[in-house]
Nanobody, 115 residues
Framework: QVQLVESGGGLVQPGGSLRLSCAAS????????MSWFRQAAGKERELLAT????????EYTDSVEGRFTISRDNDKMILSLQMNSLKPEDTAVYYC????????WGQGTQVTVSS
């Protein structure tokens, strides 16, 4: 049974940092490219960052390039997203999945950036 459990969200002031985690189970995590997505209220879910199975050649959407860093621990089956210099427009629910959205969605973790 595939399971993705996101955690680490919260309320942070603009300019602050958060580190999100996605605990994966039930599939060949170590052989899968993985991505972080987010969905703001009233908007479509968007792809933010992708990391291949070997952890190299990461890719980011323009809006988070240079501020967010995606990483993975294949032994622990954990996908992470370090988010720095957060902005109010980063407020959203954050999810992990494959880049092709082939797994069921987890519950996500809410990130709110506000003063």
């Amino acid at each position: 049974q595939v399971q993705l459990v996101e955690s680490g969200g919260g309320l942070v002031q603009p300019g602050g940092s958060l580190r999100l985690s996605c605990a994966a189970s039930g599939f060949a995590f170590g052989m899968s490219s993985m991505s972080w997505f987010r969905q703001a209220a009233g908007k479509e879910r968007e792809l933010l960052a992708t990391i291949p199975s070997d952890g190299f050649a990461t890719e980011y959407t323009d809006s988070v390039e240079g501020r967010f860093t995606i990483s993975r621990d294949n032994d622990k089956m954990i996908l992470s997203l370090q988010m720095n210099s957060l902005k109010p427009e980063d407020t959203a629910v954050y999810y992990c999945n494959t880049p092709w959205r082939t797994l069921g969605w987890g519950q996500g973790t809410q990130v709110t950036v506000s003063s």
